[in-house]
């Protein structure tokens, strides 16, 4: 929910608010997006205790990057890259970490899987859906999630994930085919 | 929702040019919905006016420092049973001779090693 008095607020005023040191209009922004940085967040790395780290790592980083924001791009995107790029260092450095102290390999943090499903339905659904996207390559799990959680077009996917539209299209491509033996396998 | 239809939807997000815009919203109506613990934003807004940044990454790597310590030792610890096994073997004792090479060889022949006559 977000906060009462911000809720008509659009962004670059709780910007604005919030480099004038206005705390509740920080924790606007932190209502209004994040569902939107947990999408992201937690369908790539699941839902795990790490994923609640970057989360909030990803609203620290805004906090503190928040004077370099010009209002070019939209904020929801500037946000949505820092969450792109944490979530991927983050992937990196677990695949790192698990290579140098554990014999198990990058599964490693499923193991703090925390399920949350309310249904029987809504579990099967959540259960397919995170199953499919830890099954992918990260480089072609961050286009689906991209795509499919969060609604984007491939243009839009392209120009938050820095990548050249060709790119984002090939990925695209390969990680069909990917996806399609993945859910043959479910 | 049937699996089925989840799976069309997982498979059509891949299709360059299918607009996801309502498949996203069908996804959030059969749950499959994402958000932190309750906890978050106050979690969050602590660490950003009390705390500082967070320190959860510090107690991590000084966890992973000391996996790291033991690998290091449980390796050093077989190097030296390899390193007296192998000592054993080529000189038939564990004396202080056979550490330094010496166990086979007599003390003229080290005498006329060192001095050469």
Same mark, same amino acid.
């Given at each position: 929910?977000?906060?009462?008095?911000?809720?008509?607020?659009?962004?670059?005023?709780?910007?604005?608010?919030?480099?004038?040191?206005?705390?509740?209009? &920080?924790?606007?922004?932190?209502?209004?997006?994040?569902?939107?940085?947990?999408?992201?967040?937690?369908?790539?790395?699941?839902?795990?205790?790490?994923?609640?780290?970057?989360?909030?790592?990803? &609203?620290?980083?805004?906090?503190?990057?928040?004077?370099? &924001?010009?209002?070019?791009?939209?904020? @929801?995107?500037?946000?949505?890259?820092?969450?792109?790029?944490?979530?991927?260092?983050?992937?990196?450095?677990?695949?790192?970490?698990?290579? /140098? &102290? @554990?014999?198990?390999?990058?599964?490693? /943090?499923?193991?703090?899987?925390?399920?949350?499903?309310?249904?029987?339905?809504?579990?099967?659904?959540?259960?397919?859906?995170?199953?499919?996207?830890?099954?992918?390559?990260?480089?072609?799990?961050?286009?689906?999630?991209?795509?499919?959680?969060?609604?984007?077009?491939?243009?839009?996917?392209?120009?938050?994930?820095?990548?050249?539209?060709?790119?984002?299209?090939?990925?695209?491509?390969?990680?069909?085919?990917?996806?399609?033996?993945?859910?043959?396998?479910? | 929702?049937?699996?089925?239809?989840?799976?069309?939807?997982?498979?059509?997000?891949?299709?360059?040019?299918?607009?996801?815009?309502?498949?996203?919203?069908?996804?959030?109506?059969?749950?499959?919905?994402?958000?932190?613990?309750?906890?978050?934003?106050?979690?969050?807004?602590?660490?950003?006016?009390?705390?500082?940044?967070?320190?959860?990454?510090?107690?991590?790597?000084?966890?992973?420092?000391?996996?790291?310590?033991?690998?290091?030792?449980?390796?050093?610890?077989?190097?030296?049973?390899?390193?007296?096994?192998?000592?054993?073997?080529?000189?038939?004792?564990?004396?202080?001779?056979?550490?330094?090479?010496?166990?086979?060889?007599?003390?003229?022949?080290?005498?006329?090693?060192?001095?050469?006559?």
């Amino acid at each position: 929910m977000i906060k009462g008095s911000y809720s008509e607020t659009d962004d670059l005023e709780l910007v604005r608010a919030v480099l004038g040191g206005d705390r509740s209009a &920080f924790s606007a922004i932190v209502s209004r997006y994040r569902k939107m940085v947990a999408r992201t967040v937690k369908g790539m790395l699941n839902d795990t205790v790490y994923a609640e780290d970057v989360g909030q790592e990803v &609203f620290i980083k805004l906090y503190y990057s928040l004077s370099e &924001f010009r209002g070019e791009s939209k904020l @929801s995107t500037y946000i949505q890259r820092i969450a792109v790029n944490l979530t991927l260092n983050e992937i990196k450095r677990r695949k790192r970490f698990s290579s /140098m &102290f @554990s014999q198990k390999g990058n599964d490693e /943090m499923h193991e703090l899987e925390v399920p949350d499903y309310d249904t029987e339905s809504s579990k099967e659904a959540k259960e397919i859906v995170q199953k499919a996207l830890q099954a992918m390559d990260p480089k072609f799990r961050i286009i689906v999630v991209m795509r499919m959680l969060q609604g984007y077009s491939t243009k839009e996917t392209a120009e938050i994930l820095e990548l050249p539209l060709g790119t984002v299209l090939s990925r695209l491509s390969r990680g069909q085919e990917q996806l399609k033996d993945i859910l043959e396998k479910l | 929702m049937k699996s089925s239809g989840i799976k069309k939807i997982i498979i059509n997000s891949t299709d360059a040019d299918y607009d996801t815009g309502e498949d996203s919203n069908i996804l959030e109506t059969n749950g499959v919905t994402y958000d932190f613990s309750e906890t978050f934003e106050a979690e969050l807004l602590e660490a950003i006016y009390l705390k500082g940044k967070t320190s959860s990454r510090e107690s991590e790597f000084s966890i992973s420092m000391n996996r790291l310590f033991y690998k290091i030792m449980l390796t050093g610890a077989a190097a030296i049973v390899i390193l007296l096994i192998s000592i054993f073997l080529m000189e038939g004792s564990l004396s202080f001779n056979s550490f330094l090479g010496l166990g086979n060889s007599y003390d003229e022949s080290t005498i006329c090693l060192l001095t050469g006559n």
